[in-house]
């Protein structure tokens, strides 16, 4: 694995990392102040993060900051130099810590544990367009086991871009539109071969992207492809949308809820698995730590070195997997991910920059379109690495 490749940065006007600090946070902090009365105290500080990291300068966390002391470790040598100087995805962390504290998510008071993002998660939940996907599971267990393999990682790919119906549609044995590397036969192969084990998954966003995922996970425990399920989720509120164990609970008892038999069967075998065992659910302090998984702790080293696989979610995750640098999109996956401690799946939508194991052929063909295609959206991967057994 090359180690030369640059560390990406939020500091090049009209990049999209710039553009995430200059675009879309200030919409963004517009939004959490209109969602939630929160005082003036509040509000003044929220304004202040939104000059400081588009105009200033990284500062320290002072007294009474919440992790103050790993912060610090953790920004030694960027403390007094400019946001954009940071790795983006060090910058991105800090911030949405910043945002935490200027709400009063950690201070004792009125605010104490209170989601900002809260209101946008629970709208999603409960819009119609959930009911539609709940609808859509209906005909999944008629589906030869081919096409419902197919339905299930197409919806958890895609999550809320295209929901389950979509999965549905789609689920023949040609290639699907938009992916830039499939190992989707390899994905269902590897968990046949380790059948009955524990497969690990690493989620990424709450409402409607979670539940594509929670459905893939009842389908490995019913069909017992996997004999136990990990789900990692984050402790706390984090970059707008991800899942916390409450999220979890929340789309669970949405499904279980649910007006279609199939989608609440579902619902229902979760709650049991959560309960007997079967379905676990971590939120260790890492995940919402600036760190990628090549600095994985002990413990959850030792975790993850256990699984049979680790499925994981999303455009973050992916990040922190192969590391947020400009690799060359042709750099082997399995290069990328040989640090870590168990087979890996990754099924990511693009959205940032960072991208590797695309074919030579394939990634001159979407350069040849000279339109942007790491980081609208449009396209993604399912990539596999099998990690050979130790001895």
Known sequence: MPTSAPLIRSDVPGSFPWS??????PKLLGQVLDALPYGPGERAAVERLLVES??????????GVHDRERWLAWGEGLWGRPWGEAPFLWAENWFYHRL???????RPGAWQGIDPFGPFKAAE????????ELAALEPLGELPPRQRARALVTSALWGNRADLSFGLTAAD??????????????????????????VCVVADNAGRELLPDLVLIDHLLDDGLAAEVALYVKPRPYFVSDATP??????????????????????????RALGTGELTVRADAFFCAPLTFHDL???????????????????????????????????????????FPSSVAALRTLKSDVVVGVEPATLARLEATGAPWRTTGRHAVVQVHRRAAAG
């Not at 995430?20 to 946070?25: A, K, L, S, T, W």
């Not at 390899?186 to 524990?198: A, H, K, N, P, Y």
């Open 20 to 25: 995430v600090f200059h675009e879309r946070h």
């Open 173 to 198: 044995d040609g290639p699907v539109a938009g992916l830039v590397a499939d190992d989707s036969a390899l994905f269902w192969t590897e968990l046949e071969r380790t059948r009955g084990g524990r």
């Open 54 to 63: 588009t105009a200033g300068v990284l500062t320290p966390p002072g007294a």
């Open 125 to 132: 939940l409960a819009g119609p367009a959930v009911d539609d």
């Open 246 to 271: 409450a999220d979890l609970l929340a789309t669970v008892e949405r499904l279980r809820a649910a007006p279609t038999p199939r989608a609440a069967a579902i619902g229902r075998r979760l709650w």
């Open 100 to 106: 935490l504290d200027a709400t009063g998510y950690f």
């Open 297 to 339: 702790p002990a413990g959850l080293r030792a975790e993850f070195a256990g699984a049979a696989m680790t499925v994981f979610k999303g455009d973050l995750n992916y990040r922190r997997l192969v590391g947020d640098r400009l690799w060359p999109p042709t750099t082997p996956f399995a290069a990328a991910v040989a640090h």
